[in-house]
């Protein structure tokens, strides 16, 4: 027991036969790394165990309970002195001990979770002559039980969640109702700012704590604010901010959250691509079923052609040629048709053929472009500026490239509007523009231009279309080490630019 001078004339008899009773007891409670107080029947703390005058702050001995928590600066929380009631003195003291209730206290600003166990203690006649007062700090293990808690209901809200702005509304509301402080979830938009579905958006603390733990990318406390950034593999997807009472404590939490956070968004992301690309996929297999009935109905139509000429006593040659060339350009259709379903799915697998060997690439440009003129009936611009392009080169895949190149400049312009090719050489490399007064390509649209099965919002009108030529020619480009990329204006049309290596 603590050698205190013992002042017998400020004890009351039944506060001096308490004292007595706690000398035996002493030297177990005195160890204990739970706090222990012995408060008289006056409500006077008559000792105090280390960890008590730890958590107190200095000697509490000898003042009111609510004297020795304000001495030490401990409160409730949120706010609020502490009283007998509160720890349930007045209840042991009626011979209802307490047994392990958890209070919410603020230890020196510090928001700590205490479990409060009293028990009476009773004098010669069996009357309560005063209160032990067990004080444990739990404050971990309720920090653990919010985290499962809380982390458990956010699995279970977010688990089919397909909106990111559902998803942040989703987590701020748990995330403040789970640690009873204001929230608010920010989502980082394409241009970097931040932007706040759910609750919380309009405190501007929150969105300061937001931006700078964001720009920092990591968890930052204030004093008044908790933050956390909202990363997935080095991508910046937003960010989480808590007001008061939040502590640092919470803050391996709010990480939890932002981690989870993180997953949700990135679920939700890959489940909408999932989605779209089986739209995609369900478009493009009619797209094609269209694209394949129109030659098949073509041959079908030659075909009778052929059997009505054969039928005619005298054999009709201008007739049969002509259906014998529809039958041959119509097979041709759909071979190349077929030749592009295949070629994306080389693609998709990573097993693109390409053949390369050296050679002049400048002979491929001009026959490509020439049949291009003949086969679409256009005529096309030609400008050279070089002699050669020497390069290691498959013919057959440039020419592939440059002709659905040709065919869009084509497809999607007037008839009477010119297509121009230009053929230069820059240092190392040869760069091949093909320029046309067409469409154009809408903003939204372009960062998806080299997509599979992806076409322009504004294409539908000029016709069907599968969406893999440019595709195949981004990766028969790729696979020549080279570059592609475009210039385009709405209504103005568009210029592609193919860079190739020399040697």
């Given at each position: 027991?603590?050698?205190?001078?013992?002042?017998?004339?400020?004890?009351?008899?039944?506060?001096?036969?308490?004292?007595?009773?706690?000398?035996?007891?002493?030297?177990?409670?005195?160890?204990?790394?739970?706090?222990?107080?012995?408060?008289?029947?006056?409500?006077?703390?008559?000792?105090?165990?280390?960890?008590?005058?730890?958590?107190?702050?200095?000697?509490?001995?000898?003042?009111?309970?609510?004297?020795?928590?304000?001495?030490?600066?401990v409160t409730l929380a949120p706010a609020g002195p502490v009283g007998a009631a509160d720890l349930g003195v007045d209840r042991a003291l009626a011979g209802q001990p307490v047994e392990a209730e958890e209070v919410r206290f603020s230890v020196r600003g510090v928001v700590t979770?205490?479990?409060?166990?009293?028990?009476?203690?009773?004098?010669?006649?069996?009357?309560?002559?005063?209160?032990?007062?067990?004080?444990?700090?739990?404050?971990?293990?309720?920090?653990?039980?919010?985290?499962?808690?809380?982390?458990?209901?956010?699995?279970?809200?977010?688990?089919?969640r397909l909106d990111p702005a559902a998803i942040a509304a989703q987590v701020a509301e748990l995330t403040g109702r789970g640690l009873g402080a204001p929230c608010a979830l920010f989502l980082a938009?394409?241009?970097?700012?931040?932007?706040?579905?759910?609750?919380?958006?309009?405190?501007?603390?929150?969105?300061?704590?937001?931006?700078?733990?964001?720009?920092?990318?990591?968890?930052?406390?204030?004093?008044?604010?908790?933050?956390a950034p909202i990363l997935r593999e080095g991508q910046a997807l937003g960010a989480i901010a808590l007001g008061s009472?939040?502590?640092?404590?919470?803050?391996?939490?709010?990480?939890?959250?932002?981690?989870?956070?993180?997953?949700?968004?990135?679920?939700?992301?890959?489940?909408?691509?999932?989605?779209?690309?089986?739209?995609?996929?369900?478009?493009v297999l009619a797209v094609a079923s269209h694209e394949i009935s129109t030659?098949?109905?073509?041959?079908?139509?030659?075909?009778?052609?052929?059997?009505?000429v054969m039928e005619q006593p005298v054999l009709n040659r201008t007739a049969l040629e002509r259906a014998a060339h529809g039958i041959q350009r119509t097979a041709e259709q759909v071979q190349a048709l077929s030749q592009r379903l295949l070629d994306s799915e080389r693609i998709r697998?990573?097993?693109?053929?390409?053949?390369?060997?050296?050679?002049?690439?400048l002979p491929v440009v001009r026959e490509t472009i020439e049949r291009a003129g003949i086969g679409y009936g256009r005529p096309i611009d030609l400008e050279i500026n070089v002699s050669?392009?020497?390069?290691?080169?498959?013919?057959?895949?440039?020419?592939?490239?440059?002709?659905?190149?040709?065919?869009?400049?084509?497809?999607?312009?007037?008839?009477?509007?010119?297509?121009?090719?230009?053929?230069?050489?820059?240092?190392?490399?040869?760069?091949?523009?093909?320029?046309?007064?067409g469409i154009g390509i809408p903003e939204a649209d372009r960062p998806h231009v080299f997509e599979a099965f992806r076409r322009g919002s504004n294409a539908a009108a000029a016709g069907p279309g599968l969406g893999l030529g440019l595709h195949l020619v981004h990766e028969i480009v790729r696979a020549h080490e080279g570059r592609v990329w475009f210039d385009s204006v709405v209504g103005r049309g568009t210029t592609f630019w193919l860079v190739l290596p020399l040697e």
């Open positions: 027991m603590p050698n205190h001078r013992q002042r017998g004339k400020n004890l009351t008899q039944s506060e001096r036969i308490f004292l007595a009773q706690l000398r035996s007891l002493w030297p177990v409670l005195d160890p204990l790394p739970t706090s222990v107080l012995a408060v008289s029947w006056r409500r006077r703390v008559l000792f105090a165990n280390r960890a008590a005058r730890r958590l107190l702050s200095g000697e509490p001995e000898r003042r009111l309970l609510e004297d020795a928590f304000a001495a030490g600066d979770f205490l479990r409060v166990t009293t028990a009476p203690i009773q004098g010669p006649d069996k009357r309560a002559v005063g209160v032990l007062v067990l004080l444990t700090d739990v404050t971990e293990l309720v920090a653990g039980e919010r985290r499962a808690s809380l982390l458990a209901h956010l699995g279970r809200a977010l688990v089919a938009t394409p241009t970097g700012e931040l932007e706040a579905p759910g609750q919380g958006a309009t405190i501007p603390p929150l969105r300061t704590a937001a931006e700078r733990a964001l720009a920092r990318r990591q968890t930052l406390w204030s004093g008044e604010t908790l933050a009472p939040a502590q640092p404590p919470d803050g391996p939490l709010v990480e939890q959250v932002a981690g989870l956070t993180a997953l949700a968004l990135e679920g939700a992301r890959l489940r909408a691509e999932t989605q779209a690309a089986s739209d995609a996929k369900d478009a030659p098949l109905s073509a041959l079908a139509g030659y075909a009778d052609i052929l059997a009505h697998r990573g097993q693109l053929l390409v053949e390369r060997r050296p050679g002049d690439l050669a392009l020497p390069g290691r080169w498959d013919p057959v895949r440039v020419e592939q490239a440059l002709d659905n190149l040709l065919s869009n400049a084509i497809h999607y312009s007037r008839p009477d509007s010119p297509v121009r090719v230009r053929v230069e050489r820059r240092g190392s490399e040869a760069r091949i523009a093909i320029e046309d007064r």
